[in-house]
């Protein structure tokens, strides 16, 4: 690994922090060489079905707390995006079918095979290992060039692996039997099928407001939240990114305190955790801290409901 890091002038220390952000053409050309040299094509696949929820960061755990198939996805879309300032996933509805795509939205001059088939893999395997073990897509659809391993690739996604034009939008959908809200152990509960799928067509740019709201969101109780860090995860200056906030009319301060009530009013009154667990949950020193924060929101002592 080092000697890949060498040839993209990164140091190794990069590998210490995994949120430290690396140049998207460093990035597929280290993923591209780790192929090549392991003597594997489907390298990038092998990995991403290997992976496990908290080995995607804070993505993969709120993903499978989403509860179904179609909430994981969603999760997904949405905290991928806000993380990936390079690539864009997303959640739509065809003739019954939920499509789920994955897309570089920045030109790239190598190739991207490892990369897609890893992050649709990984997310495979996410529904997999979450909600249903036998979950599978409908069809995949590649925009990479016809490749011989085709059959292997479509064994170990389950799955009919269409790869066509690179003109051609790519995507791919589940089969009926499997539900998108299938939930976890304990529900039976099915309906329609979830998907995903791979192309490079670029998205509209999201603004800065939204993008903190995803990132607070899914930083909330696993990551500090202040100015620094969100910059850096956007890949701002932190004077940037509050003067776009301001801009917007927006703070950093006020959307993490609206993030905070509003998972707190989830946390308290559906779920009934106690002030402890809550305060832990929303990234509070202890719940004398919280329980302040509550009272100048709604003017009352946070309490959970009464038992039936």
């Not at 011989?148 to 034009?165: D, G, M, N, Q, Y």
């Not at 192309?199 to 930083?219: F, M, N, S, T, W």
């Amino acid at each position: 690994m080092k000697t890949l890091l060498a040839r993209e002038q990164l140091s190794p220390e990069v590998l210490a922090d995994p949120y430290e952000a690396i140049p998207l053409q460093s990035y597929l050309s280290i993923f591209e060489a780790a192929a090549e040299l392991a003597g594997d094509p489907l390298f990038g696949a092998r990995l991403g079905f290997g992976m496990r929820p908290g080995n995607l960061a804070p993505i993969g755990l709120r993903a499978v707390q989403a509860g179904t198939i179609r909430g994981a996805l969603t999760a997904f879309a949405r905290w991928s995006g806000a993380l990936q300032s390079a690539t864009q996933s997303s959640l739509t509805e065809e003739e019954d079918q939920l499509v789920f795509t994955y897309r570089l939205t920045a030109p790239v001059l190598i190739a991207s095979r490892q990369d897609t088939e890893f992050s649709l893999a990984a997310v495979s395997r996410l529904i997999r290992g979450a909600f249903d073990p036998r979950w599978r897509p409908l069809e995949i659809r590649f925009t990479h060039p016809p490749i011989a391993e085709k059959p292997r690739l479509e064994a170990l996604f389950r799955a009919r692996c269409a790869i066509p034009s690179p003109s051609m939008p790519s995507s791919f959908p589940p089969p009926r039997p499997t539900g998108a809200s299938r939930r976890g152990p304990g529900h039976d509960r099915a309906d329609r099928a979830a998907s995903a799928g791979s192309d490079r067509r670029c998205g509209p740019r999201r603004k800065p407001g939204h993008q903190v709201e995803a990132l607070i969101e899914l930083y909330l109780g696993v990551r500090p939240i202040d100015l620094p860090t969100i910059a850096a995860a956007l890949r701002m200056a932190p004077r940037s990114l509050q003067r776009r906030l301001a801009e917007e009319g927006q703070s950093l301060s006020g959307l993490l305190r609206r993030q905070r009530q509003r998972r707190a009013e989830v946390l308290l009154r559906e779920r009934g955790l106690s002030v402890e667990a809550v305060a832990q949950a929303l990234g509070y020193a202890d719940g004398t801290v919280f329980w302040r924060a509550w009272r100048s929101w709604t003017g009352e002592a946070p309490s959970r409901p009464a038992p039936n």
